[in-house]
């Protein structure tokens, strides 16, 4: 029996909004989007099934502006490793020949039903491209990206890990990567054998497809590096304001605050989003240092300040340049310990994982608002600080107005014979969804109206 499709909801009743005031509202959908969000009771919901959800919490899906899919999972093939950027390339380097399309599609495939899991529903990834893989983890990344479509939005970033001059042959191998169908030009200057020549490749590539770039960036606790200058002045020389993206740029936090003032104006002018990896970050910066090892991540709330929009990413997940699995909202949680961002600048973080990442993105998510497409997550809280100091768990997913279950099984009332961990989305939809789980429940209780 083909299992029935996900209920489409008319609205979710009784939500609070993260960086709002406490005030419960209604949030109206109509289709794939929200049509409206009202106080709470104001209005009937359309006919259909409505979300109670208890006066908990309701935040946007998250979107992950940056992550490694086909060098996630690799720490047990790595040999003996330690240090910093530089032996984390080489280390990666040294397994690449293993990688296969298949095997690279196995493991994006089970961190994308993790970032599903936790509540993500769209991702800029950026693939391996250079004379050792070719092309293999592309033609792996496009068959994904068609896969997972109606679950997950995924955007694929051409990137040469390596540097695009190293070897002619990358050139050759991203220019077809964009013609094959990847999304957005990626770069690596400091990975490269000529940094500035580096960055010009990536503009030139992105102006002659049309599409944004995406550049790692002065990843480096050396406050002299700042190629970011050459990337301002590109964008605006170019036009290409609002479509380019620059990750890391930790030497940015190493520079006095005299020089980088305004360094991050000249960010904010050109329009350039920044994209820090606060667990790569931390994981692999001040290696070198004898004692108060710095914490790497860039300035993220200066540039907030500035208006720049900035996004918080996981990166990598159990590899050599970063040991852990992670998602957003904890990249968040753990940004906000980085940066010392005080009780106040809590819900900014937020939109670092909502609202900046789906517009760096060019994305029609991460609001609650009229028109914007119904990607929301119902977390298990009813305070709207604590979802970036708590990491709540998340109670009830909508994806594209679409009621859906987490899969986590404290959800779940226990079935005779069946073991929870073998409940998955489609047997949480064969349950008899109008009766509210038994026993403690979690939240996000589906009953039909109308
Ligand atoms: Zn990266």
């Known amino acids: 029996m083909t299992p029935s499709p996900p209920p489409a909801l008319s609205a979710i009743l009784d939500v609070r909004l993260a960086g709002a005031d406490a005030t419960p509202v209604d949030v109206h959908l109509a289709g794939e989007r929200i049509a409206s969000v009202e106080p709470a009771g104001r209005r009937e919901p359309a006919p259909g099934p409505v979300l109670d959800a208890g006066g908990r919490i309701v935040v946007p899906a998250f979107v992950d502006a940056h992550v490694h899919l086909d060098k996630a999972l690799l720490l047990d093939r790595l040999g003996p490793y330690d240090g910093g950027l530089d032996a984390a390339i080489a280390a990666t380097a040294a397994v690449k020949s293993t990688f296969t399309t298949a095997d690279i599609e196995q493991r994006a495939q089970r961190v994308l039903e993790d970032l599903a899991a936790r509540g993500v529903c769209a991702a800029r990834v950026h693939v391996e491209i250079d004379p050792i893989v070719g092309l293999d983890s592309v033609h792996a990344h496009l068959a994904l990206r068609e896969r997972w479509a109606d679950r997950l939005t995924l955007q694929l970033v051409a990137f040469p890990q390596e540097g695009s001059l190293r070897d002619r042959r990358t050139g050759e191998l991203l220019d077809e990567a964009m013609r094959l169908g990847c999304d957005v030009v990626g770069a690596c200057p400091y990975a490269d054998v000529d940094g500035p020549g580096s960055v010009l490749d990536g503009f030139d590539r992105a102006q002659r497809f049309g599409a944004d770039l995406d550049l790692h960036l002065d990843f480096t606790d050396d406050p002299s590096v700042h190629l970011v200058d050459e990337v301002c002045e590109q964008a605006r020389a170019r036009g290409m304001e609002g479509h380019v993206a620059i990750g890391h740029v930790t030497s940015l936090s190493a520079m006095e605050p005299s020089v980088a003032g305004p360094r991050i104006a000249r960010i904010a002018a050109a329009g350039v989003a920044v994209i820090a990896l606060p667990a790569t970050d931390l994981y692999l910066s001040g290696r070198g240092a004898p004692r108060l090892a710095p914490r790497g991540i860039t300035r993220?709330?200066?540039?907030?300040?500035?208006?720049?929009?900035?996004?918080?990413?996981?990166?990598?997940?159990?590899?050599?340049?970063?040991?852990?699995?992670?998602?957003?909202?904890?990249?968040?949680?753990?940004?906000?310990?980085?940066?010392?961002?005080?009780?106040?600048?809590?819900?900014?973080?937020?939109?670092?994982?909502?609202?900046?990442?789906?517009?760096?993105?060019?994305?029609?998510?991460?609001?609650?608002?009229?028109?914007?497409?119904?990607?929301?997550?119902?977390?298990?809280?009813?305070?709207?600080?604590?979802?970036?100091?708590?990491?709540?768990?998340?109670?009830?997913?909508?994806?594209?107005?679409?009621?859906?279950?987490?899969?986590?099984?404290?959800?779940?009332?226990?079935?005779?014979?069946?073991?929870?961990?073998?409940?998955?989305?489609?047997?949480?939809?064969a349950l008899d969804v109008d009766v509210a789980p038994a026993g403690p429940v979690a939240g996000g209780d589906l009953h039909r109206a109308g």
């Open 300 to 429: 993220v709330l200066e540039l907030l300040d500035a208006g720049v929009a900035v996004s918080l990413a996981t990166n990598n997940h159990a590899n050599a340049f970063t040991p852990v699995t992670s998602d957003p909202l904890r990249m968040a949680w753990l940004a906000m310990l980085m940066t010392h961002a005080p009780h106040a600048r809590w819900s900014d973080l937020l939109r670092c994982v909502t609202a900046h990442p789906a517009a760096t993105l060019g994305l029609d998510v991460g609001v609650v608002a009229p028109g914007a497409r119904a990607e929301l997550v119902v977390l298990d809280t009813h305070d709207a600080a604590s979802v970036v100091s708590d990491v709540p768990a998340a109670v009830a997913f909508v994806r594209r107005g679409r009621w859906h279950a987490p899969p986590q099984p404290r959800l779940l009332r226990p079935l005779a014979g069946r073991g929870l961990a073998q409940l998955d989305d489609d047997a949480i939809r």
